[in-house]
């Protein structure tokens, strides 16, 4: 407790420096250094949690996520990165509990819209969870894992033209995109198949 708060904001900026740049066990390690001080620091256990979710470390990233909400249990951020966990391991009740209430405390934000949407899609309220996703897509139209999320809700629903759109607004940001690619050839060949499909069913 001794250390003056700026110096645990500059170790907190040194992290998310790392993290971006992709070194997440450094990142973690900072963070870590934070916590030796002060146990219930919410912010270091958040950066914690997310970076062990960029290592797809789904168990740790709940440990530290858990911690981060006893010491704040009103931080936005923190819901969202254990919604986004269950998310991951396709826990889709707890996903959506924890990303209703990150909504609540953070209302209209695309990335906590998008990540919603896809955890009630995918929870079989298909419907609401198009609609939320198609509502984080105004907020923010030319973000890449919303028009790939969505694209992929569609594409599931069996609206291909749709999906196809989606995937080449991807495109148009990301041309390097492989999997967006992929998702285009799934578009072409499951629309073919299912259009072969009414085609034989019409002539029973």
Not at 87 to 107: F, K, R, V
Not at 174 to 201: G, H, M, S, T, Y
Request: proline letters at 4%; aromatic letters at 8%.
């Amino acid at each position: 407790m001794n250390q003056d708060w700026n110096d645990y904001s500059n170790l907190i900026g040194e992290a998310d420096r790392l993290k971006a740049s992709g070194e997440h066990n450094e990142a973690i390690r900072v963070c870590e250094k934070i916590l030796l001080s002060d146990l219930d620091h919410p912010q270091a256990y958040e950066e914690i949690g997310d970076n062990y979710l960029s290592l797809r470390d789904y168990e740790k990233a709940e440990k530290a996520l858990t911690q981060a909400l006893r010491v704040n249990p009103g931080s936005a951020n923190a819901h969202y990165l254990i919604g986004f966990t269950h998310s991951a391991l396709g826990n889709w009740p707890e996903s959506i509990a924890h990303l209703e209430t990150a909504h609540q405390l953070q209302p209209n934000h695309p990335e906590i819209l998008r990540c919603l949407g896809w955890s009630i899609f995918h929870s079989g309220e298909r419907q609401q969870g198009l609609v939320l996703l198609e509502r984080a897509l105004n907020l923010s139209p030319r973000d890449p894992l919303i028009l790939s999320d969505l694209g992929l809700c569609y594409l599931n629903h069996k609206e291909f033209d749709r999906a196809n759109n989606l995937f080449l607004q991807v495109l148009e940001i990301e041309p390097d995109n492989q999997k967006v690619q992929e998702c285009l050839q799934a578009v072409k060949f499951f629309k073919n198949e299912f259009r072969k499909l009414r085609e034989f069913k019409k002539n029973q």
